[in-house]
């Protein structure tokens, strides 16, 4: 059995090893004078990663000192430390830009060998369904990634799949350029969308304010509103020309649910990108002066 214990090391060029940083500036991934990183480091007792790229090899007093040059190093994720010393006291130390996730069939047993590594927030397998977690130690985060039918910040989701991608109520009005906003929560394809009403109502006739709608302006099958990116550009309905209003087949103005069905090519979302819900005359500037009201929805959309 490996033994494991943590240790924590830090580096500060300045402070610590100023004249040390200076001499390796022919490696342009070294941190400059003014940084500092620190990390704490797992030690794997008598292993050995046999890394098909070494960054650098120095020799050192002990495993700490090792730890400090591996963190002077931007690319370097672990380092093999020789257990045997010198005729000065010495230790081989092997600075890597790998860790054994990265390359678990060069991870061996060794009795020369101590090998320790950056800990690594992928440590407990946070990516699920068997997706390649990727440590980003900067800011000691981490992305998963997804296999094609898989999706969400830990690959948690299957497509194809409804999600719904707002996190607060989105609301929009009838006039003065109040259209409601969202951001994706998953990254992905989308094919359809679909806003569920929640409250309010929209009008382009204030003047009638029985004849009510969600989606449109009267209680009939004329639907008004549509949805765009950050860029005001339409993504649905994605039909080439719109008029003032358009259809659905078997959706009203006042259907609880308006559905955006297929989109031919998938649409590729990021994290966190914004879309724009409005309502046809106010995204026109056509005749909103008699508009009215305020529909707030949930949105879904179908991830494939
Ligand atoms: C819309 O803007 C007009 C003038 O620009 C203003 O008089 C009116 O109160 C605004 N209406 C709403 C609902 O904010
Ligand atoms: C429409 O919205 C207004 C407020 O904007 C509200 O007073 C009215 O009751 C709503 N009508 C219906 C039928 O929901
Ligand atoms: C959209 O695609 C789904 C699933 O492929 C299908 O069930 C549905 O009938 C399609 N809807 C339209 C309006 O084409
Ligand atoms: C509508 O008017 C707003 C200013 O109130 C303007 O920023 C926007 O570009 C106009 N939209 C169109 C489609 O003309």
């Excluded at 020369?112 to 946070?126: G, K, M, Q, T």
């Excluded at 009638?208 to 969600?214: E, F, M």
């Excluded at 087949?249 to 990108?273: A, C, D, R």
Aim: hydrophobic share 30%; proline share 4%; charged share 20%.
């Amino acid at each position: 059995m490996a033994s494991r214990r943590y240790f924590y090391a830090t580096f500060c060029c300045l402070i610590l090893l100023g004249s040390w940083c200076a001499s390796e500036e022919e490696l342009d991934n070294v941190l400059d004078g003014k940084s500092s990183r620190s990390a704490n480091f797992i030690e794997i007792h008598h292993h050995f990663l046999r890394s098909p790229e070494i960054l650098l090899v120095k020799t050192v007093r002990d495993s700490l000192q090792c730890a400090q040059h591996c963190l002077v190093i931007k690319k370097c994720r672990s380092f093999n430390f020789g257990l045997e010393a010198d005729n000065n006291g010495k230790h081989l130390c092997q600075l890597l830009p790998w860790n054994k996730f990265q390359h678990s069939g060069r991870y061996e047993p060794s009795s020369a060998f101590h090998h320790y590594r950056i800990a690594s927030v992928c440590e407990n397998d946070p990516c699920q369904y068997g997706s390649k977690c990727i440590a980003e130690h900067r800011i000691m985060g981490y992305e998963c990634q997804c296999p094609p039918q898989q999706i969400g910040d830990i690959c948690q989701f299957k497509v194809p799949l409804w999600l719904k991608v707002n996190t607060r109520e989105v609301c929009f009005g009838a006039r003065n350029d109040s259209f409601g906003s969202f951001r994706m929560q998953f990254s992905g394809k989308i094919t359809s969308m679909r806003l569920v009403h929640l409250s309010g109502n929209v009008t382009c006739y204030s003047t009638q304010p029985n004849d009510y709608s969600y989606w449109g302006c009267k209680r009939n099958d004329r639907l008004r509103t549509i949805v765009t990116d950050s860029r005001n550009s339409r993504v649905f309905p994605s039909q080439t020309n719109l008029p003032r209003f358009y259809q659905l087949h078997g959706i009203k103005s006042y259907s609880e649910k308006l559905t955006f069905y297929n989109l031919t090519i998938p649409l590729k979302v990021g994290i966190h990108q914004e879309f724009r819900v409005w309502y046809i005359e106010d995204f026109r500037n056509d005749s909103e002066s008699d508009n009215d009201g305020k529909t707030c929805a949930d949105v879904y959309a179908l991830y494939v």
